[in-house]
């Protein structure tokens, strides 16, 4: 998982966060690689080549891609909770290949 150290002010490198500050604390890991740094966990994953390009390979939590946009499993089952009037649903992505 990608995690970005949080640098004060420096664009590109410092986050303000979401507005539910509760949301804001679950992203911010803090004496990572010494007392006192913090960084923040993207939630993205990449994959490192061999020439140290980093590329995009997915997303953790409750998303998935498809034909490059990211889907929200939530929102795919409300959808089809209320379309086939079901009290339940579960959506989940996999590999097509």
């Known amino acids: 998982m990608h995690v970005s150290k949080i640098i ?3 664009m590109g490198q410092k986050f303000e966060g979401y507005v539910d500050g509760q949301s804001t ?3 911010i890991i803090r004496d990572v690689f010494q007392p006192g740094d913090t960084y923040y966990i993207s939630g993205d994953v990449f994959v490192l080549d061999d020439e140290l390009f980093l590329y995009f390979q997915d997303r953790t939590g409750d998303t998935f891609r498809w034909k490059g946009e990211n889907v929200s499993t939530t ?16 959506v989940y992505g996999v590999e097509v290949s």
């Open 8 to 10: 004060g002010k420096r």
């Open 25 to 27: 604390n679950k992203k």
């Open 75 to 90: 929102e795919v089952e409300n959808v089809i909770s209320g379309f086939l009037n079901l009290k339940d649903s579960v």
